[in-house]
Protein backbone atom coordinates (compact mmCIF):
# COMPACT_ATOMS: atom_id res chain seq x y z
CA UNK A 1 0.00 0.00 0.00
CA UNK A 2 2.46 2.60 -1.08
CA UNK A 3 5.25 1.41 1.00
CA UNK A 4 7.06 0.82 -2.67
CA UNK A 5 6.69 4.07 -3.78
CA UNK A 6 10.26 4.70 -1.97
CA UNK A 7 13.21 3.08 -0.71
CA UNK A 8 13.57 1.27 2.78
CA UNK A 9 16.40 4.22 3.55
CA UNK A 10 13.96 6.89 3.16
CA UNK A 11 10.92 5.81 5.38
CA UNK A 12 13.54 5.25 7.93
CA UNK A 13 14.61 8.70 7.48
CA UNK A 14 11.15 9.95 7.81
CA UNK A 15 10.53 8.52 10.85
CA UNK A 16 13.49 9.09 12.83
CA UNK A 17 13.12 12.34 12.12
CA UNK A 18 9.86 13.25 13.16
CA UNK A 19 10.40 11.38 16.48
CA UNK A 20 13.09 13.44 16.93
CA UNK A 21 11.27 16.84 16.04
CA UNK A 22 8.61 15.06 18.97
CA UNK A 23 11.25 15.02 21.12
CA UNK A 24 12.60 18.23 20.29
CA UNK A 25 9.09 19.64 20.69
CA UNK A 26 8.11 18.56 24.02
CA UNK A 27 11.23 19.78 25.11
CA UNK A 28 10.51 23.12 24.27
CA UNK A 29 6.82 23.02 25.09
CA UNK A 30 7.81 22.46 28.97
CA UNK A 31 10.55 25.28 29.36
CA UNK A 32 8.83 28.09 26.89
CA UNK A 33 6.54 30.00 29.32
CA UNK A 34 3.13 30.24 26.29
CA UNK A 35 3.78 27.11 23.93
CA UNK A 36 1.02 27.35 21.26
CA UNK A 37 0.83 23.41 22.29
CA UNK A 38 1.20 23.75 25.88
CA UNK A 39 1.59 20.15 27.09
CA UNK A 40 1.65 21.38 30.94
CA UNK A 41 -2.29 21.52 30.45
CA UNK A 42 -2.45 17.51 30.58
CA UNK A 43 -2.19 18.35 34.19
CA UNK A 44 -5.85 18.87 34.03
CA UNK A 45 -7.44 15.71 34.59
CA UNK A 46 -10.45 16.18 32.90
CA UNK A 47 -8.18 17.86 29.58
CA UNK A 48 -6.34 14.64 29.94
CA UNK A 49 -8.89 12.09 29.75
CA UNK A 50 -10.21 14.27 26.88
CA UNK A 51 -7.21 14.47 24.91
CA UNK A 52 -5.52 11.47 25.39
CA UNK A 53 -8.39 9.54 25.53
CA UNK A 54 -10.37 10.89 22.65
CA UNK A 55 -7.44 9.98 20.94
CA UNK A 56 -7.56 6.46 21.40
CA UNK A 57 -11.12 6.46 20.97
CA UNK A 58 -10.73 8.56 17.66
CA UNK A 59 -7.63 6.26 16.69
CA UNK A 60 -10.01 3.26 16.56
CA UNK A 61 -13.02 4.56 15.21
CA UNK A 62 -11.26 6.84 12.47
CA UNK A 63 -10.08 3.62 10.77
CA UNK A 64 -14.13 2.79 10.38
CA UNK A 65 -14.38 5.18 7.02
CA UNK A 66 -11.46 3.78 5.19
CA UNK A 67 -11.93 -0.05 6.10
CA UNK A 68 -15.62 0.17 5.31
CA UNK A 69 -15.81 0.85 2.15
CA UNK A 70 -13.10 -1.07 1.00
CA UNK A 71 -14.67 -4.24 2.74
CA UNK A 72 -17.98 -3.35 0.91
CA UNK A 73 -16.56 -2.43 -2.56
CA UNK A 74 -13.29 -4.93 -2.88
CA UNK A 75 -14.29 -7.29 -0.37
CA UNK A 76 -18.14 -8.13 -1.21
CA UNK A 77 -18.50 -6.36 -4.54
CA UNK A 78 -20.77 -3.57 -3.73
CA UNK A 79 -20.93 -0.35 -5.54
CA UNK A 80 -19.52 2.94 -4.19
CA UNK A 81 -23.75 4.12 -3.86
CA UNK A 82 -24.45 0.90 -2.04
CA UNK A 83 -21.71 0.94 0.29
CA UNK A 84 -22.53 5.07 0.97
CA UNK A 85 -26.14 4.16 1.78
CA UNK A 86 -25.78 1.69 4.18
CA UNK A 87 -22.99 3.63 5.95
CA UNK A 88 -25.10 7.19 6.23
CA UNK A 89 -26.98 5.70 8.69
CA UNK A 90 -24.53 6.05 10.85
CA UNK A 91 -24.65 9.84 10.54
CA UNK A 92 -28.21 9.67 10.99
CA UNK A 93 -27.83 7.94 14.41
CA UNK A 94 -25.38 10.92 15.38
CA UNK A 95 -27.34 13.41 14.34
CA UNK A 96 -29.80 11.93 16.56
CA UNK A 97 -28.29 11.64 19.70
CA UNK A 98 -26.99 15.37 19.31
CA UNK A 99 -30.17 15.73 20.81
CA UNK A 100 -30.39 13.56 23.80
CA UNK A 101 -26.57 13.48 25.00
CA UNK A 102 -27.28 16.38 27.11
CA UNK A 103 -30.11 14.43 29.26
CA UNK A 104 -28.01 11.13 29.20
CA UNK A 105 -25.14 12.76 30.49
CA UNK A 106 -27.33 15.10 33.78
CA UNK A 107 -28.50 11.45 34.48
CA UNK A 108 -25.44 9.42 34.27
CA UNK A 109 -22.79 11.67 34.58
CA UNK A 110 -19.53 12.13 32.37
CA UNK A 111 -17.65 9.54 33.88
CA UNK A 112 -19.57 6.62 33.76
CA UNK A 113 -21.39 7.42 30.03
CA UNK A 114 -17.53 7.57 29.15
CA UNK A 115 -16.70 4.59 30.11
CA UNK A 116 -19.63 2.35 29.59
CA UNK A 117 -20.27 3.85 26.20
CA UNK A 118 -16.70 3.38 25.18
CA UNK A 119 -17.01 -0.19 25.60
CA UNK A 120 -20.07 -0.20 23.37
CA UNK A 121 -18.55 1.71 20.59
CA UNK A 122 -15.84 -0.46 20.50
CA UNK A 123 -18.52 -3.10 20.49
CA UNK A 124 -19.93 -1.84 17.32
CA UNK A 125 -16.49 -0.90 15.70
CA UNK A 126 -15.75 -4.63 16.00
CA UNK A 127 -19.53 -5.82 14.50
CA UNK A 128 -18.01 -5.87 10.87
CA UNK A 129 -15.55 -8.22 11.64
CA UNK A 130 -18.62 -10.70 11.72
CA UNK A 131 -20.07 -9.15 8.06
CA UNK A 132 -19.85 -12.02 4.98
CA UNK A 133 -21.52 -11.46 1.74
CA UNK A 134 -24.76 -13.19 3.20
CA UNK A 135 -25.77 -10.86 6.23
CA UNK A 136 -28.41 -8.70 5.24
CA UNK A 137 -28.15 -4.97 4.10
CA UNK A 138 -30.64 -4.21 6.52
CA UNK A 139 -29.42 -5.81 9.27
CA UNK A 140 -26.32 -4.01 8.87
CA UNK A 141 -27.85 -0.67 8.36
CA UNK A 142 -29.02 -1.28 11.43
CA UNK A 143 -26.29 -1.54 13.34
CA UNK A 144 -24.43 1.37 12.06
CA UNK A 145 -27.53 3.35 13.03
CA UNK A 146 -27.26 2.18 16.67
CA UNK A 147 -23.73 2.46 16.62
CA UNK A 148 -23.55 6.25 15.53
CA UNK A 149 -25.61 6.68 18.39
CA UNK A 150 -23.43 5.26 20.20
CA UNK A 151 -20.55 7.19 18.59
CA UNK A 152 -21.94 10.63 18.44
CA UNK A 153 -22.55 10.65 22.28
CA UNK A 154 -18.81 9.88 23.33
CA UNK A 155 -17.95 12.46 20.32
CA UNK A 156 -19.85 15.09 22.56
CA UNK A 157 -18.89 13.47 26.00
CA UNK A 158 -15.26 13.78 24.93
CA UNK A 159 -15.55 17.29 23.02
CA UNK A 160 -17.40 19.18 26.24
CA UNK A 161 -15.08 17.71 28.71
CA UNK A 162 -11.71 18.23 27.66
CA UNK A 163 -12.39 22.24 28.39
CA UNK A 164 -14.27 21.51 32.01
CA UNK A 165 -11.30 22.84 34.22
CA UNK A 166 -9.47 25.01 31.81
CA UNK A 167 -8.80 28.55 32.72
CA UNK A 168 -10.43 30.83 30.91
CA UNK A 169 -6.97 32.97 29.99
CA UNK A 170 -5.62 29.20 28.89
CA UNK A 171 -8.74 27.79 26.78
CA UNK A 172 -7.06 29.34 23.00
CA UNK A 173 -4.22 26.97 24.05
CA UNK A 174 -6.40 24.15 25.20
CA UNK A 175 -8.06 24.44 21.83
CA UNK A 176 -5.37 24.38 19.34
CA UNK A 177 -3.86 20.99 21.31
CA UNK A 178 -7.41 19.24 20.89
CA UNK A 179 -7.90 20.06 17.76
CA UNK A 180 -4.02 18.73 16.86
CA UNK A 181 -4.69 15.74 18.58
CA UNK A 182 -8.08 15.09 16.61
CA UNK A 183 -6.45 15.54 13.43
CA UNK A 184 -3.89 13.91 14.13
CA UNK A 185 -5.88 10.72 15.37
CA UNK A 186 -8.01 10.23 12.59
CA UNK A 187 -4.22 10.18 10.52
CA UNK A 188 -2.80 7.84 12.89
CA UNK A 189 -5.89 5.76 12.64
CA UNK A 190 -6.26 5.33 8.91
CA UNK A 191 -2.22 4.80 9.04
CA UNK A 192 -2.63 1.57 11.64
CA UNK A 193 -5.77 0.32 9.40
CA UNK A 194 -3.57 0.16 6.70
CA UNK A 195 -0.84 -1.17 7.93
CA UNK A 196 -3.04 -4.04 9.62
CA UNK A 197 -4.61 -4.57 5.99
CA UNK A 198 -1.24 -5.13 4.87
CA UNK A 199 0.13 -7.40 7.49
CA UNK A 200 -2.50 -9.16 6.89
CA UNK A 201 -2.29 -9.54 2.71
CA UNK A 202 2.01 -10.79 3.91
CA UNK A 203 0.67 -13.26 6.42
CA UNK A 204 -2.30 -14.66 4.15
CA UNK A 205 0.32 -14.18 0.31
CA UNK A 206 -1.34 -12.43 -2.62
CA UNK A 207 -1.77 -9.20 -3.58
CA UNK A 208 -5.52 -8.52 -3.87
CA UNK A 209 -7.81 -7.45 -0.78
CA UNK A 210 -9.68 -10.26 0.39
CA UNK A 211 -12.82 -9.93 3.12
CA UNK A 212 -10.64 -12.60 5.31
CA UNK A 213 -7.99 -9.59 5.65
CA UNK A 214 -10.48 -7.44 7.53
CA UNK A 215 -11.70 -9.13 10.47
CA UNK A 216 -8.37 -8.93 12.30
CA UNK A 217 -8.18 -5.50 11.83
CA UNK A 218 -11.36 -4.34 12.74
CA UNK A 219 -10.83 -6.51 16.04
CA UNK A 220 -7.58 -4.16 16.27
CA UNK A 221 -8.84 -1.02 16.20
CA UNK A 222 -11.75 -2.02 18.42
CA UNK A 223 -9.43 -2.83 20.71
CA UNK A 224 -7.29 0.22 20.76
CA UNK A 225 -11.28 2.50 20.98
CA UNK A 226 -11.67 0.34 24.04
CA UNK A 227 -8.48 0.94 25.62
CA UNK A 228 -9.79 5.09 25.97
CA UNK A 229 -12.04 3.60 28.77
CA UNK A 230 -8.96 3.52 31.12
CA UNK A 231 -8.17 6.75 31.34
CA UNK A 232 -11.96 7.93 31.48
CA UNK A 233 -12.16 5.21 34.40
CA UNK A 234 -9.47 7.29 36.20
CA UNK A 235 -11.57 10.73 36.07
CA UNK A 236 -13.28 12.04 39.32
CA UNK A 237 -16.82 10.82 40.56
CA UNK A 238 -17.45 14.55 39.52
CA UNK A 239 -16.26 15.27 36.95
CA UNK A 240 -17.81 17.86 34.37
CA UNK A 241 -20.45 18.66 37.12
CA UNK A 242 -20.46 21.80 36.67
CA UNK A 243 -20.68 21.86 32.98
CA UNK A 244 -24.22 19.81 33.03
CA UNK A 245 -25.84 22.38 35.69
CA UNK A 246 -27.99 19.43 36.95
CA UNK A 247 -31.40 19.65 38.89
CA UNK A 248 -29.86 18.45 41.77
CA UNK A 249 -27.28 20.91 41.90
CA UNK A 250 -29.47 23.74 41.54
CA UNK A 251 -32.31 22.44 44.53
CA UNK A 252 -29.32 22.37 46.73
CA UNK A 253 -28.08 25.97 45.95
CA UNK A 254 -31.51 27.02 46.10
CA UNK A 255 -32.04 25.49 49.65
CA UNK A 256 -28.99 26.94 50.99
CA UNK A 257 -29.67 30.32 53.06
CA UNK A 258 -28.00 33.32 51.64
CA UNK A 259 -25.52 34.40 54.31
CA UNK A 260 -25.75 37.98 52.90
CA UNK A 261 -29.16 39.07 54.23
CA UNK A 262 -30.06 38.67 57.87
CA UNK A 263 -32.40 35.68 58.68
Known amino acids: MGLDLVSQEAVTGITVSGAAMLAGYIWYALVTPAPLIDLRLLSLPTFRAGVIGGFLFRLGLGAGPFLLPLLFQYGFGMTPFQSGMMTFATGVGAMFMKTQAATILRRWGYRRVLVVNALISSLFTAIPALYTSATPTLLITGLFLIGGLSRSLQFTSINTLAYADVPPEKLSRATSFAAVGQELSGSVGVTVAALGLEFMQRLNGGDQIDPAHFP ?28 LGTPRDTVTKAAEPDLAEPM
Open 216 to 243: PVFLLIAAIAACSAILFWHLPKDAGRAL
